[in-house]
């Protein structure tokens, strides 16, 4: 069973803090990997996507990809009560043919 | 472009009624998910397919649910009869191939009572 994980939370920071967010996948065969935001009520955005190891930035957000140790990463700089949300991390498994496997999400509160 | 396009937006029924949802992707993509969530079991993937054909159907329940993709603009997920325990959001998302980033419709609230 290909799986991704990632702590529930609920995880809560300060206006301006880091928000830190962590997710662990079983595929090693797994070649994209995405992060989605989720305001309640609401369907799933995508914020990033990452396919090589290292860091990739965007705005206030930062993706972190480690194939070997099967671990991505979401940092939120300069967070903000409107990045309360839950974060879904996703996999693609299977290849080509795009099976795309979603975490359970970790729910992030932002306090002003 | 519209993005991925699901209704209704809300249904409710009563429990052994067949219940039909429906999925317009984004027009190009070729991969097309259905997704159920719940507080509990967060988002589950029922089944996916690519090219209008379907590739995994593992996550599907029982044999009540069912879901067809005619042509590439359309996607149907019924299940018969209902249960009030499929009660949930069911979602429709599409991709361009299978490494790229799904697209999400806005949902279908289903209530089985």
């Known amino acids: 069973q290909k799986e991704v994980e990632q702590n529930s939370g609920p995880l809560s920071v300060p206006e301006g803090a880091i928000a830190s967010l962590n997710c662990t996948y079983s595929d090693r065969g797994s070649q994209s990997f995405f992060w989605y935001r989720q305001y309640s009520g609401k369907s799933p955005e995508l914020i990033m996507s990452?396919?090589?190891?290292g860091d990739k930035e965007d705005g206030r957000f930062t993706a972190q990809l480690n194939k070997a140790s099967q671990y991505v990463s979401l940092l939120i700089r300069d967070s903000q009560p409107s990045d309360s949300a839950t974060y879904l991390c996703?996999?693609?498994?299977?290849?080509?043919?795009?099976?795309?496997?979603f975490g359970k999400g970790t729910k992030l509160s932002v306090k002003p | 472009d519209a993005g991925v396009i699901q209704s209704p937006r809300h249904e409710v029924t009563e429990m052994g009624q067949e219940v039909t949802l429906r999925c317009k992707p984004i027009s190009g993509h070729n991969s097309l998910f259905w997704y159920r969530q719940t507080m509990m079991r967060g988002l589950e993937l029922l089944i996916y397919f690519n090219n209008n054909v379907p590739i995994d159907d593992s996550g599907m329940p029982e044999d009540r649910f069912s879901a067809k993709m005619p042509n590439a603009s359309f996607s149907t997920l019924k299940i018969q009869p209902s249960e009030p325990r499929d009660s949930a959001v069911y979602f429709c998302a599409s991709s361009f191939g299978g490494f790229t980033e799904a697209f999400f419709g806005q949902g279908t609230r289903l209530t089985v009572v």
């Open positions: 990452i396919y090589s190891n």
């Open positions: 996703a996999v693609n498994v299977g290849g080509s043919q795009g099976n795309l496997i």
